[in-house]
């Protein structure tokens, strides 16, 4: 059974940082991509970043570029989002998605697995 569990959320204010983990089992996790998305109340899920399996690419949304960085270890099964400068307009619930593809999408509708999501809020 695959399962994609998010920590690493929480209350922050604004301009602090977060790194949120999410440690993945039940599939073949170095020939996976992995992206991270959002969901903040009202809106629709939105994405945030992904990484290639091997680590080597990284795509960003634009309002992420110089703030966010994903990061993954394959020996642990691992991929991070490290924020920095983060403002009340992070505040969501942030997912983390695997997909075949080991290049990874920027596309919901290319991910296989979910996870449960962690959220963060950002006061100001």
């Known amino acids: 059974q695959v399962e994609l569990r998010e920590s690493g959320g929480g209350l922050v204010q604004a301009g602090d940082s977060l790194r949120l983990s999410c440690a993945a089992s039940?599939?073949?996790?170095?020939?996976?991509?992995v992206g991270w998305f959002r969901q903040a109340p009202g809106k629709e899920r939105e994405f945030v970043a992904t990484v290639s399996w091997n680590g080597a690419i990284k795509d960003y949304a634009e309002s992420m570029k110089g703030r966010f960085t994903i990061s993954r270890n394959n020996s642990e099964n691992t991929v991070y989002l490290q924020m920095n400068n983060l403002t009340p307009e992070d505040t969501a619930v942030y997912y983390c998605?695997?997909?075949?593809?080991?290049?990874?999408?920027?596309?919901?509708?290319?991910?296989?697995?979910w996870g449960q999501g962690t959220q963060v809020t950002v006061s100001s």
């Open positions: 039940g599939l073949a996790f170095r020939s996976h991509g």
């Open positions: 998605a695997a997909t075949r593809y080991g290049l990874g999408y920027r596309l919901r509708s290319g991910y296989n697995y």
